[in-house]
């Protein structure tokens, strides 16, 4: 199975911050990698699917790029709401979700 | 609009039988698959397997053994059933629309206890 790799497991940041979040899998996923978020008690929400494609209702602010095993989730600007946490899940082979980071304000 | 729902017991016995059922509306279920993925408390997602518009099936080799899913079309139903329970399979239990699990249910709290 494919392990996918979250770094840093926790993250704070200030309001208006540039963050990147990582995500390292075991080998090539061929850029099938899904970011979500998802908010104490609620379900994930998709929010980046195959790399870069932005799901519909999503802010700007989110980004996606990578290729290879190595991949990236950007927020342009930290918003209140975006405290969190990030899952990213490859869809190359037998699915697998990484274990996700904590995004918190400082 | 697309709702996937999530139903089944809240409480299961050791060594019993789970049976989930994750009902969906705004697709067709031979259009798209259906995911079911589980997370522990406090711990990360873990895809248990999908059911693919053409009814084949896939599922996570960890639990294969224990592992069935299948579904009602007419009803647009799909079914979880997973037997020899343990406690580690305390979990809640999500259903998640397609290869881009682009739409989820708000899961169902399976809480393995005798």
């Known amino acids: 199975d494919i392990q996918m790799t979250q770094s840093p497991s926790v993250l704070s940041a200030s309001v208006g911050d540039r963050v990147t979040l990582n995500c390292k899998a075991s080998?090539?996923?061929?850029?099938?990698l899904n970011w979500y978020q998802q908010k104490l008690g609620e379900a994930p929400k998709l929010l980046i699917y195959?790399?870069?494609n932005l799901q519909t209702g999503i802010p700007s602010r989110f980004s996606g790029s990578g290729s290879g095993t190595d991949y990236t989730l950007t927020i342009s600007s930290l918003q209140p709401e975006d405290v969190a946490t990030y899952f990213c899940?490859?869809?190359?082979?037998?699915?697998?979700f990484g274990a996700g980071t904590k995004l918190e304000l400082k | 609009q697309v709702q996937l729902k999530e139903s089944g017991p809240g409480l299961v016995q050791p060594s019993e039988t789970l049976s989930l059922t994750c009902t969906v509306s705004?697709?067709?279920?031979?259009?798209?698959?259906v995911n079911w993925v589980r997370q522990p408390p406090g711990k990360g997602l873990e895809w248990m397997g999908t059911?693919?518009?053409?009814?084949?099936?896939d599922y996570n080799s960890a639990l294969k053994s224990r592992l069935s899913i299948s579904r009602d079309t007419s009803k647009s139903q799909v079914f979880l059933k997973m037997n020899s329970l343990q406690t580690e399979d305390t979990a809640i239990y999500l259903c998640?629309?397609?290869?881009?699990?682009?739409?989820w249910g708000q899961g169902v709290m399976v809480t393995v206890s005798s």
């Open positions: 705004g697709f067709s279920l031979t259009s798209y698959g």
């Open positions: 059911i693919w518009n053409d009814g084949s099936t």
């Open positions: 080998q090539n996923i061929n850029k099938y």
């Open positions: 998640a629309r397609g290869r881009d699990t682009d739409y």
């Open positions: 899940f490859q869809h190359n082979s037998w699915p697998t």
């Open positions: 195959n790399t870069n």
